[in-house]
């Protein structure tokens, strides 16, 4: 953690104001959530990204993938852990996946025969 040197003081209502140079830097505008973490006797400021938490986990992460149009975000273990229910769930373990099933049962393409040539 990086030392900034700067000291504030919390007022009768328990609030402290973030220097705008640290705003500026950390992309943090007026009205932005921040999440509040606590971490022995330190309390940490992050800005709050709604739409990359873990649907699973609760993970706010950048590296989250968003699935289904936005709808469904995941982080690697949110994803592991839903795909291993669904897997239970479904008993997809045990069955070939169709996709597969559907390949095997298909004929191979047969090639067309050219058309001859019109007799001048």
Do not use: W
């Not at 009205?31 to 993970?59: F, H, R, S, W």
């Amino acid at each position: 953690m990086k030392s900034t040197g700067i000291v504030r003081k919390v007022d009768e209502l328990g609030r402290v104001v973030i220097p705008i140079e640290l705003r500026r830097n950390l992309g943090i505008a007026e009205k932005d959530a921040l999440e509040i973490y606590v971490d022995d006797d330190k309390i940490i400021l992050k800005k709050y990204k709604p739409n990359m938490t873990c649907l699973i986990t609760g993970e706010v992460s950048d590296d989250n993938l968003r699935l289904a149009g936005g709808k469904i975000v995941l982080s690697r273990e949110g994803a592991e852990l839903l795909m291993k229910e669904i897997q239970e769930n479904f008993h997809l373990e045990d069955q070939p996946a169709e996709n597969e099933q559907a390949a095997d049962e298909a004929e191979p393409f047969a090639s067309k025969p050219e058309p001859e040539p019109e007799p001048r």
